[in-house]
């Protein structure tokens, strides 16, 4: 029964192994890559370090970044910023949280920092946007991206 019961798990990795080895490259990794981007666009507020998303993706960090920018077309730091910065619009329309609370929310240096990159990508400033000034619309990798909020 041992003898018999060995042979099949030795089958079953077996048939495992041709299997993945007729799968591409891109594919083993895109489910993972996927959720890696399905997470920074819920939580963008969490730290992503390039070796943790690494070890999740369970590719090396050059990998990684590879396969980041083939999907989304900006590499992962990049990416992470504009899904902060559309949260921080998000709240600065819905809340009435301060802007220096929401960039320590978001893992912002300042609210400065906030303000700079929020007007690179919008055209305003979080202020200015309270205020009513209407953001730019921009049609950039960064909207296509992360704009799934």
Do not use: W
């Not at 999907?71 to 009435?96: M, N, Q, V, Y």
């Amino acid at each position: 029964f041992r003898s018999l019961a060995m042979r099949g798990t030795v089958l079953e990795l077996m048939l495992a192994l041709v299997e993945a080895s007729q799968t591409p490259p891109e594919a083993r990794g895109g489910a993972r890559i996927a959720a890696l981007i399905d997470a920074m666009r819920r939580s963008p507020e969490r730290a992503y370090t390039i070796d943790a998303m690494a070890r999740q993706a369970a590719l090396s960090p050059s990998q990684l970044i590879n396969r980041f920018k083939q999907t989304t077309g900006l590499p992962p730091h990049t990416f992470l910023l504009s899904c902060r910065i559309r949260r921080a619009k998000s709240l600065l329309c819905e809340t009435d949280k301060p802007v220096t609370l929401i960039a320590q929310e978001l893992g912002f240096s300042s609210s400065q920092h906030l303000a700079m990159q929020f007007k690179r990508e919008f055209g305003v400033t979080p202020s200015g946007l309270r205020e009513g000034q209407a953001p730019v619309i921009r049609s950039s990798a960064a909207e296509k991206t992360a704009g799934a909020e």
